[in-house]
């Protein structure tokens, strides 16, 4: 999706490799605050880091202004991510940073060296994609919240009238949620937690049974979701829900809440006015969706941009 588009950029690579063949040094680090956005400070050592991560990408100017303002904007971002409970596990970023480095032909020692050596940093470079695959969901969430594309039930009337009245099927979901609690000040427990939902997700056997073999193991967590239909699933979950039989799990995903799976209690094939409706607003957004941004889409986020930055106490030093 949109975070996939951001991170594998063919330039950022070509880059990366000159840079490796360059050897340019790294930055000697620095602390001194240079803005704080709601309490949160960004040093310069992070505007240089940034700076330099702009050079790689061909950027002109002055770059670093154009940090400074790319981490304060991204400091709006993680908060208001936060709050959300939205930001993607650390196990998600590493994914994408693999794939990064697989897809450009690269170990990830040499990605390590390419960016140690610009003075971008791999830590800085994960969190740049944490913000990004992040940011796609919130702006996911907040397109659906405001309308989104949506087709009205007149306008699905009158595609079903031109198709003989025929309705779309789709498939509806019961799900249950499973979640093995990890406090945020406790991360360092999250592989025991993963390890104890994976025993847990190998004696699933449906939903009726979940709270009883869950019995005795510490801050579990089993939710009845209730149903929803293949268009309406989240999309960190959709493959793998899609892919999992029924009275089976989904494999584990760390999240902010800490480790989860879904169970698949019951599927069944739906056609009403109700899918009508979100079969084809889904069809009419993969059709607007040409590899570009759309006007819709980049004016959500412009809009919830400028709204969380007219509330915020930015202090420039």
């Avoid at 950022?12 to 790294?26: K, P």
């Avoid at 960190?236 to 698949?264: C, H, N, R």
């Avoid at 009403?272 to 889904?282: E, I, K, T």
């Amino acid at each position: 999706m949109m975070a996939r588009k951001h991170l594998l950029v063919a330039l950022i690579a070509t880059a990366l490799t000159s840079t490796l063949l360059g050897g340019l040094a790294l930055p000697a680090a620095a602390s001194e605050v240079k803005v704080i956005v709601n309490g949160n400070p960004i040093t310069d050592y992070d505007i240089t880091k940034r700076a330099a991560f702009l050079k790689l990408q061909k950027k002109k100017g002055n770059l670093n202004q154009e940090a400074r303002d790319e981490l304060t904007t991204e400091a709006l971002k993680r908060q208001e991510l936060k709050r959300l409970n939205l930001l993607v596990s650390d196990g998600e970023v590493n994914d994408a940073y693999a794939r990064f480095a697989t897809n450009n032909k690269m170990s990830l020692d040499q990605l390590n060296t390419i960016l140690d050596k610009s003075g971008v940093t791999s830590t800085h470079f994960k969190e740049y994609i944490r913000i990004q695959m992040s940011w796609g969901r919130a702006l996911s969430t907040r397109n659906k919240s405001q309308g989104g594309v949506r087709v009205s039930e007149q306008e699905a009337v009158q595609r079903m009238l031109k198709d003989g009245g025929k309705k779309p099927v789709s498939t509806e979901y019961k799900l249950q949620q499973v979640i093995f609690v990890v406090p945020a000040n406790n991360r360092g427990i999250l592989a025991k937690r993963r390890a104890e939902a994976n025993a847990l997700r190998a004696r699933f056997n449906g939903c009726e049974n979940t709270r009883e073999i869950a019995k005795g193991t510490l801050d579990v967590t089993v939710l009845d979701l209730g149903k929803f239909i293949e268009q309406e699933l989240p999309p960190e979950w959709s493959k793998q829900v899609i892919s999992t039989p029924v009275g089976q799990a989904t494999t584990t995903l760390d999240t902010g809440k800490g480790v989860e799976f879904l169970g698949v209690c019951a599927s069944r094939q739906v056609s009403d006015d109700r899918v009508a409706r979100m079969v084809f607003s889904q069809e009419d957004a993969a059709a607007t969706g040409d590899g570009k941004k759309d006007a819709t889409a980049e004016a959500v986020d412009k809009k919830y941009i400028e709204e969380l930055r007219s509330k915020a106490k930015i202090v420039n030093e």
